[in-house]
């Protein structure tokens, strides 16, 4: 009887996911764009967050490689973009920007989308390293190690809805002022995180050139 699983595979894709998406950290982040939300509004965004982060994935791990070959673009491009990205989001979180409450309409979902499902939850880091895991799926051959794949995404996916989910709980112990002072913190946090990105991409561009 053929292999249906790779547990090994399975924990080197969970981990791995789960340390560069951070389910913890994505907390105060996730407080600090949705700050201004109601806990159902919070709620929908973390949901509407996690199907936007896998398809944006699932998306890239199918057709990335062809589409950043067709582009001529480098992964550690995409990287550099992404940290650039992140930057952007981390003076927001800084400033408060996205704590200034605007008429309904669409900033829950537009919150939900961008930035929080990319690039902060689906962000460079997550992307190529999906990508090369579906590669080495797809050396291996067989089931198991695509089975394996899949279900390490969806797990890491799991574990980050779960995260923000939790936000809420964390809202009503903070209050208003303890979550303003999270969402500063995590704009510092995600600004190191993005010129840590910006570094590692231009190294890797010095280096192949």
Do not use: K
Not at 117 to 131: D, E, K, N
Not at 159 to 187: D, E, K, P, Q, W
């Amino acid at each position: 009887m053929a292999e249906v699983f790779d547990v090994r595979l399975f924990t080197e894709v969970f981990v791995t996911l789960f340390v560069i998406m951070d389910p913890p950290g994505q907390v105060p982040i996730f407080l600090g764009l949705t700050g201004a939300m109601t806990a159902r509004q919070r709620t929908r965004a973390a949901g509407t967050a996690i199907l936007v982060a896998f398809g944006v994935i699932v998306g890239f791990a199918a057709f990335g490689q062809q589409v950043l070959a067709y582009m001529h673009v480098s992964l550690p491009a995409l990287q550099a973009a992404g940290g650039l990205l992140l930057l952007l989001v981390a003076m927001q979180l800084l400033t408060g920007r996205f704590e200034v409450p605007e008429p309904a309409g669409g900033r829950g979902a537009n919150v939900a989308m961008v930035p929080l499902g990319t690039p902060i939850l689906a962000g460079p880091g997550a992307i190529v390293a999906t990508m090369v895991f579906v590669q080495r799926a797809g050396a291996e051959g067989g089931a198991a190690p695509w089975v394996s794949v899949a279900v390490g995404v969806l797990a890491v996916c799991a574990c980050l809805y779960a995260a923000m989910r939790f936000a809420n709980v964390v809202h009503r112990v903070l209050g208003v002022s303890g979550t303003t002072l999270i969402s500063r913190i995590a704009g510092l946090l995600l600004s190191a995180i993005a010129v840590q990105s910006l570094a590692t991409a231009i190294t890797a561009m010095v280096q192949a050139a």
